[in-house]
């Protein structure tokens, strides 16, 4: 779960990243469900595709057409 | 008892006593007996079996013994312990020491003592769910959070289900445990003037709380930095 990074709509448009902490003895599934407000829209991805730079961390953008939707 | 042949017998004469018959052999000068094998029903073959056999059959038969039993063969061991042997293929013994030995915990690469591993003795479900589940105290809710790169990495973190990033020095923090108290305390470091604030969530304040980094002219940052948080206890 290290690896990996959830990356989410917030409410103004932009880009958040949850990080699930592998210690506490929840899967990510129910990471996502209980820490994503219902109905936000996300996508799991892997560490490494993120952008190495966080110049201009709010002008971030992602395509969440075909993303999952927390319940 | 003797039997009285008749004297001066000529070639092929018979003779008869206590049902069985003779016929005279001129040429042998003897009397032989007729149909000797008249009453054996077995064939040669089986009479063949008894090649070879040195003594009485009966007898040998008789020292064998009676085996109608395991108990007869000195066999402790009952069927179904026997049964246990049922479809080995090749020695036990030899298949044993092939999966190599196990005498003790280091065997397995266990650095925890026996003492300690019987601490478990007891336990019914996950131990972290259970300390994460556990109320008062003063470090229930732990994380060390650094920033390399884009994205925070949660390290240590004890009560913590994941830290969102909500932009540019903005986190929320989620526990993964339920608090009665909204009290947390907060500490960080960044490389310059910037300072951290935190408030717990309006609408979740014992589960969530949020993490703002701000600067000398009170905007929202995005230092390198790390933080750890914590709570209260209850108070």
């Given at each position: 779960m290290e690896d990996i990074v959830v990356v989410f709509e917030l409410d103004n448009g932009g880009v958040g990243l949850l990080i699930p902490s592998p210690n506490c003895g929840l899967t990510l599934n129910e990471i996502i469900s209980r820490d994503l407000d219902s109905g936000t829209r996300y996508k799991i991805v892997n560490r490494m595709d993120m952008p190495a730079d966080r110049s201009y961390r709010n002008a971030w953008q992602v395509d969440f057409t075909d993303a999952e939707v927390n319940e | 008892m003797a039997i009285n042949f008749p004297a001066s017998p000529s070639n092929g004469d018979t003779y008869s006593y206590s049902g069985k018959t003779w016929t005279y052999d001129g040429t042998a000068t003897k009397w032989e007996p007729t149909n000797i094998l008249s009453d054996v029903t077995a064939t040669a073959t089986e009479l063949n079996y008894v090649d070879g056999v040195t003594s009485a059959i009966q007898t040998q038969l008789d020292a064998k013994g009676t085996v109608s039993s395991l108990a007869d063969l000195s066999v402790t061991a009952t069927a179904t312990e026997i049964n246990y042997l049922d479809g080995v293929t090749s020695a036990?013994?030899?298949?044993?020491?092939?999966?190599?030995?196990?005498?003790?915990?280091?065997?397995?690469?266990?650095?925890?003592?026996?003492?300690e591993i019987n601490y478990l003795d007891g336990v019914t479900s996950p131990i972290q769910a259970q300390l994460n589940s556990v109320g008062g105290g003063e470090v229930e809710v732990w994380a060390y959070v650094t920033m390399s790169g884009s994205t925070p990495t949660l390290q240590n973190d004890v009560g913590v289900s994941s830290i969102a990033d909500q932009g540019v020095g903005t986190f929320r923090v989620n526990m993964s445990v339920t608090r009665t108290s909204q009290y947390y305390a907060l500490s960080g470091s960044a490389w310059s003037d910037e300072f951290a604030q935190m408030r717990p969530e309006a609408t979740s304040p014992t589960t969530r709380f949020w993490v703002y980094w701000i600067n000398d002219a009170g905007a929202l940052t995005d230092p390198n930095f790390s933080w750890s948080v914590m709570s209260a206890g209850e108070n």
């Open positions: - | 036990v013994q030899t298949q044993l020491d092939a999966k190599g030995t196990v005498s003790s915990l280091a065997d397995l690469s266990v650095t925890a003592t026996a003492t």
